[in-house]
């Protein structure tokens, strides 16, 4: 069974930080493209970010480009995602994903997420 568990949600205030995580179990991590996506209240899932098999290509949603950065350690089987300059606009509930491909187009695996809550 995959399993893809989110830590390190809370709430920050606004220009503050916080680094998620996500420990894949269940599945050959490696093999696997991963990535982020975010739901806020009332609003459509939306990608956040993608990271390749490797880790050596990534990209980034432009509402977070040059906040955000993903990354991943396949030793440890964890993808992370560091948020920098927070704005209330990023509260939202966060999810790890699984995509044989790159950049994610239809990911295989979600994890139950985590929610982040950004204050003015």
């Known amino acids: 069974q995959v399993l893809l568990v989110e830590h390190g949600g809370g709430l920050v205030q606004a220009g503050g930080s916080l680094r998620l995580s996500c420990t894949a179990s269940g599945m050959s991590f490696s093999d696997y493209a991963m990535g982020w996506f975010r739901q806020a209240p009332g609003k459509e899932r939306e990608w956040v970010a993608s990271?390749?098999?490797?880790?050596?290509?990534?990209q980034h949603a432009y509402a977070v480009k040059g906040r955000f950065t993903i990354s991943r350690d396949n030793a440890k089987n964890e993808v992370y995602l560091q948020m920098a300059s927070l704005k209330p606009e990023d509260t939202a509930v966060y999810y790890c994903a699984a995509d044989q491909q790159y950049p994610l187009p239809t990911p295989d695996y979600w994890g139950q997420g985590t929610q982040v809550t950004v204050s003015s």
């Open positions: 990271i390749n098999r490797s880790g050596g290509i990534s």
